[in-house]
């Protein structure tokens, strides 16, 4: 499926259509449609950049304890793979 926006529309907006698309996807994340990946990816932006525009409008980073505890134990796999 495509949306079209007018340029006519993204210049009523007072936005550069870059601006324009971290809106939109801003919105999209904050609501849970998107994730942080799917966020960046729209706006054609690494996922820290996505991370840094989306802390300058204090929008937290989904960040659930299970994404901390799988994030530790990759951490951990890995450094036990090395002593081995």
Known sequence: MSVIISDEDVKRSGLSEAQFKIEIAQHLYATNIF???QA???CQ???AEMMEVLGSKKIPVHYSIE???YD???VVNERNADYK
């Open 67 to 69: 994404d901390l505890q």
């Open 72 to 74: 530790y134990n990759n």
């Open 45 to 47: 932006i690494s996922q």
């Open 35 to 37: 994730t942080l990946g």
């Open 40 to 42: 960046a990816s729209f």
